[in-house]
């Protein structure tokens, strides 16, 4: 699914407020109750959101993220943007790590242009993706992988990523808290980004608007230990004050 800007919209709302009424959602958007309905309903299918008599609400799992397939195609033109800009801040050789994540995907995508990258990962599509690029070294993170998406996690690859010191560390994360804190669901996989955070010049931070205010089990990181975030639209409260608070420079990538 590509939700479309207004289904998006009502994504942050709900995940900003946490559950809330169909009647709020027609207000807030300005369309009808039916119109409202079609869109939770079709959310609703893909996992998106739950719904209640009256109303919606954040899916309530922390301890499980959505399958690989289902967030490749969530705001998958969100992604593109934010990939292409992430691309254009990227200088021409350096070195860099790409984690696990359909927006780290896209930004692989993103950088196949690119010269003279040498770049680590612990995502074996990331590695996929990059390797047809015969100006780009990839070096893949030796580890335990996870068949549901690719990714490469276990003490294995957090030994091997301390080999190194890159000068980027591009990262996805499945949400950011209204605490400020980065959030992901598998604890070996946390164990591997914070490494990755650690033995990085410099950490960008890319994640579409629906990971704000989505919840997840196990904390990463704070803002306070990124540099950088994109985005695909502006953050919804609290977040521009937490952005602001902790240095981080916020660049949203335009339609």
Not at 2 to 28: C, F, I, M, W, Y
Not at 121 to 137: D, F, G, H, Q, Y
Not at 154 to 178: M, N, T
Not at 235 to 251: G, I, K, M, S, Y
């Amino acid at each position: 699914m590509n939700p479309n800007p207004r289904q998006l919209t009502l994504l942050s709302v709900v995940q900003a407020k946490g559950t809330v009424t169909v009647d709020e959602l027609a207000d807030t958007l300005g369309v009808t109750l039916q119109t409202v309905r079609r869109d939770v309903q079709r959310l609703a299918d893909e996992g998106l959101l739950a719904r209640f008599h009256g109303g919606v609400r954040v899916p309530s799992s922390t301890t499980e993220n959505l399958a690989h397939q289902q967030r490749e195609s969530l705001n998958a033109d969100g992604k593109q943007r934010i990939a292409r800009q992430v691309a254009q801040a990227v200088p021409n050789d350096c070195s860099l790590i790409l984690n696990i994540g359909t927006t780290t995907e896209a930004v692989a995508r993103a950088l196949l242009h690119h010269t003279g990258l040498r770049v680590i990962t612990n995502n074996l599509n990331v590695a996929s993706i990059l390797s047809t690029n015969p100006r780009c070294e990839v070096i893949v993170v030796g580890g335990v992988v996870r068949g549901r998406d690719q990714g490469i996690v276990g003490e294995a690859a957090v030994d091997f990523i301390r080999q190194f010191k890159v000068d980027l560390a591009l990262i996805g994360i499945s949400g950011i808290e209204s605490d400020g804190t980065l959030r992901d669901y598998d604890y070996r996989e946390v164990k591997v980004a914070q490494t990755i955070i650690s033995h990085a010049r410099e950490v960008w931070l890319a994640a579409d608007i629906s990971k704000f205010n989505r919840p997840a089990m196990v904390e990463v990181a704070t803002l306070s230990q990124i540099d950088r975030l994109f985005t695909d639209a502006q953050p919804p409260a609290p977040f521009p004050a937490l952005l602001e608070e902790a240095q981080v420079r916020l660049d949203v990538a335009q339609a």
